[in-house]
Structures are given as C-alpha cells and as structure tokens.
C-alpha cells in the first residue's frame, strides 16, 4: 500500500475482461483493476486561481501569513535574528571613513625671509663659523636647490644667535597659532569642538608641551585627547595623522586637529662639524595644521578620504639608527649628525615602503610583473643588493661605488599608474632627484617638490602639506585623484600616506602660501 499521502494522487479503475472460455474456470467472468496516478485538477486550479484574484492584499497577506506562520514562526524569527545580528556586526566593525576637511600652511611675513648669499652673510656675522665652515654652507646651499625667497627666525637673524627656551617658544607660538588660526577661519569650526589634538615637532619638545600650548591658548575643552610626538623627524607628519585615524576610529562622531611643525631657531648648529652644519643650510621655517573627522555628514564639504598609511621602520639596524641623530660635538655644541650615507639608507627604507604599499594601491597587472621579477630573482639564486643603481650618491652630492653585484636589476612598478599626484618630502635636490630616478617619475611628478624645496626649504615634517597647496594652487586635483604622500625621517623610517580627492577641488584665491608666487 502506498503511504496515506499518497493515496490521494492515485485513482483505481475495475475493467471487465469477458467470459473465460476455457481451464478451470471455464464459463465465468473475469475483470481486472487498474492503478493510475491522478491529473492535475485543473478545474480546482483554476477556481484557486480566481479565488486569489478576488482577495484583496490585506486578505492575501492574511491568507500567506495565516499558512505559515503556524507552524514555522520559530524558524523566520531565528533566521531573522541572525540576519540582523550579521549585518550589525558588519556595520560596526566595518572602520569609519576619515576624511580630510581641509589644511592650512602657514606663510611668515617677508622680513623673515632671506637670500642664500644672506643667510651666509647671517652666519658669517655670528662670528661662530671660521671660513672653512662658511665656505662649506656656502657650497651645500649652492647645490641645494633652495631657491632666495626662505624664512628663518628672528633668532637666527640676531647677532648672539641664542637658541633659549624663550626664543624656542617664540618661534613656536608663530608659526603654530598661524596655521591653526588659518585653519579655524577655512573650515568654520570652534576650536572647542575639536576632540582629538595631535602635535609633531622633532627636536623643540618644552614642558608643558606644544598640544598643551594650544589647548591653553584656545581654551579647547578639558576632555580633548591630546598628543605630543618628539624627536620622530621628517616623517612625523605621516605618523601623527595615523595617530589621529586611530583616535577617531575609537571615538566615533569626532574631529582632529593635527600640527606638524620644526623649530629652526632651536636647531641652530654654531660649531664647526660638516655632518652637523647640513641640516643649518636645509631645515627652514614652516607649519602645516589638517583637520580630520570620521563624521559621515562631514563628507559633503570634505576634500579628501585617507585609504591606506604604510609605515617602516629600520632602527633595528645600528647602520640607520645612527644616520640622523642628534649629539654634541667635539666643542659640546649640541646638533643633528647627517650620515653621507643617507640617500643609499633612504632608498633601501623606500623599497621596504613601496614593497608593501603596492599590493593596496597597484593594478593587477604590475602586481604580477613584480611578482614575477621577484621569482625569477630566487630561482636563478642572485642577491638584489646593488643591483638597482650603478652609483650611489651622498647627501652632498658626492658619488661613491655600490656593492656589486651579478644579480639581474629588480622590476619596479609603475606607479603612476597607481597615482596621479606625488607629495615626496622636500629633503634635498639630491634626494628629489634620486626618487624621481628609482621610482621612474616625470619632471611633472616631482614639480610640487622641487618648487617646494625652492620656494620654502625643507619645513621637515610639513613639507608634503605645502607640496599638495601647490597643486590646489595649480588647479590640479580633480575628483576621483589619488594623492602619494611620501616622507623620510631620523629613526630611520619611511612613511606613506596615500588620498582620494572626493570632489574637485578649485583653485584658491585666498589662503594659500603659493598664491603671491604661482606664475613665477
């Protein structure tokens, strides 16, 4: 017998087959039955049918939930719950967004600023160099790329030459309080609403501290999260905008303010060692302050979102340990030792950088030719040390022989296929010219750093700031633009920053350090 439920699928049928005409039951009638499965009724379909057709929505709803709810409820509510469950999980782990509002640079007035020949004139009257020093500064400047249009503090301007804790903090309130004055007047925003503070200066670090500077002179609110970075170099800006995406990844529905600055006065070197008298023709005045918000009603009046941050570190190694660090010399002058070896130093921290960097930002397809270069490098059992240039060149423009090697040269991907515009530190013409050669970019690529170097000096830690108000200036970043920040620093680290524009941005007509020189 077929299962109960099935019974009503079959239909039987009784089929007469005549008299038997012969064997044992010879005379009688036979018959046979016969089981068939059933049609579909499509009588009862179609009065379904029409049945459904008559229901208004309210009834046919009733109808579905009147069907299954009975006996299935326990399992929508449970699936329901997961579902909404999942998708919460989703949306608060997810990270938040950070955008860039807006930045500021600041520009100090023109009686700050000095020729090359009168920076030396400066140094000659200081009466703390003896001529072979000053012919030294003179050469380094000369090959520089530093153009005459540079700002120097008053300290260095006078004739002691004093770098006191006063002149220190002088110098500090200027160029600080400028760039944040600047930028509260752009972005329209009270500086009690700033929640996270996060200020970077390598070699002036007083007590109390810069962030408490400013939260003391902008009577900023007493629950602000705040942070002093020191004696972290040229790549501290990078480092303090990571700072403050992980403060506001933590804190949703906030803004930061980050500073980066360098006092020059303070740096000021008067004794006689070449290695601790670059950073005298180099480092000039300068200070960027950005202010970022993980706020998504924010996103309409912002320029930029952050995409990735790679940082690398190689203090491991006592080689890049030592080759920016701070000490005193012979005649207890305390100063920034420059290692010659810097350049070479930086170029191995800018392949450690890139290496990791690309897989974020490059196409597939240069991902598979580095990747094949790379296999093809081990299998064949060849160091890539010294392989990648024929000379090595120091930070004074000298060249010295590499390492040999037999190994074939390492494929380097094109990234400007990744990116559209580079902001790479202004440390020297020699540094620029020796990451324009290695990464293979243009003489369009590397503008905003050459005229950043030119027009302003190595600001340190705000120079990348000031390279990408020169593209504002220029009317160059248009929606959808990537932007490679890319900077060096003692330690020895190299940090990478990269940017989307979210909108086009417009050239500015006030606000902008470059405004007054643009054609030039």
Not at 80 to 100: D, E, H, K, Q
Not at 120 to 128: F, T
Not at 192 to 214: E, H, Y
Not at 397 to 415: H, M, R
């Amino acid at each position: 017998m077929p299962p109960t439920g099935e019974q009503d699928l079959l239909s039987t049928e009784i089929v007469n087959r005549g008299v038997e005409s012969s064997g044992p039951d010879a005379g009688s009638i036979t018959f046979s039955v016969r089981v068939r499965r059933r049609l579909p009724d499509f009588v009862q379909s179609v009065n379904l049918n029409a049945e459904i057709g008559s229901l208004s929505r309210e009834e046919l709803w009733r109808k579905l939930w009147d069907s299954t709810a009975g006996y299935d409820l326990a399992t929508v509510l449970a699936f329901f719950a997961v579902f909404v469950f999942t998708l919460s999980v989703y949306f608060m782990s997810r990270p938040r967004s950070i955008y860039l509002i807006d930045f500021a640079c600041f520009k100090p007035t023109d009686d700050l600023k000095v020729t090359k020949e009168e920076f030396i004139d400066l140094a000659r009257r200081s009466g703390k160099f003896d001529e072979a020093s000053l012919e030294f500064q003179k050469k380094i400047l000369e090959s520089s790329g530093i153009g005459d249009e540079t700002y120097v503090p008053r300290a260095i301007m006078s004739p002691d030459n004093i770098s006191t804790m006063k002149e220190g903090r002088a110098e500090a309130s200027l160029v600080i309080f400028g760039a944040l004055d600047e930028l509260f007047k752009k972005t329209r925003i009270r500086p009690k609403d700033v929640g996270v503070l996060v200020v970077n200066c390598s070699i002036f670090n007083p007590t109390p501290s810069l962030s408490a500077m400013i939260i003391n002179h902008y009577k900023m609110r007493g629950n602000i999260l705040s942070f002093n970075l020191g004696g972290m170099g040229c790549s501290a800006g990078i480092i303090a905008v990571d700072l403050a995406r992980d403060m506001l990844q933590a804190n949703p529905n906030n803004v930061a303010v980050v500073v980066s600055t360098e006092m020059v006065g303070y740096n000021w070197y008067p004794g006689k060692d070449r290695s601790m008298l670059i950073p005298n023709c180099y480092i000039r005045m300068g200070c960027s302050a950005l202010l970022l918000s993980n706020r998504s009603r924010d996103y309409r009046r912002a320029k930029y979102r952050l995409e990735h941050i790679v940082r690398t570190h190689k203090g491991a190694d006592d080689r890049y340990f030592r080759s920016v660090y701070q000490e005193e010399d012979e005649q207890r002058f305390k100063g920034l030792k420059i290692s010659k070896d810097l350049v070479e130093i930086g170029g191995d921290a800018l392949k450690t950088n890139i290496t990791t960097l690309g897989p974020l930002v490059l196409p597939l397809s240069e991902q598979l030719l580095f990747f094949a270069t790379l296999v093809k490098r081990y299998l064949s059992g060849t160091k890539p040390k010294g392989s990648t240039t024929a000379t090595s060149v120091t930070l004074d423009g000298s060249q010295k022989s590499p390492p040999t090697s037999s190994g074939t040269k390492p494929y380097i991907p094109d990234y400007k296929l990744a990116f559209e515009h580079f902001c790479v530190h202004a440390a020297s013409k020699t540094v620029v010219n020796e990451l324009q050669r290695n990464l293979g970019l243009s003489n369009a690529n590397v503008e905003p750093s050459r005229a950043t170097l030119h027009r302003f000096g190595n600001t340190s830690s705000s120079s990348i700031w000031y390279e990408l108000a020169y593209l504002e200036a220029k009317g160059r970043v248009k929606r959808g633009d990537r932007v490679w920040q890319l900077s060096f620093g003692s330690g020895f680290k190299c940090n990478s920053a990269v940017w989307k524009a979210v909108r086009r941005i417009k050239k500015p007509t006030s606000n902008n350090p470059w405004l007054d020189c643009l054609d030039r």
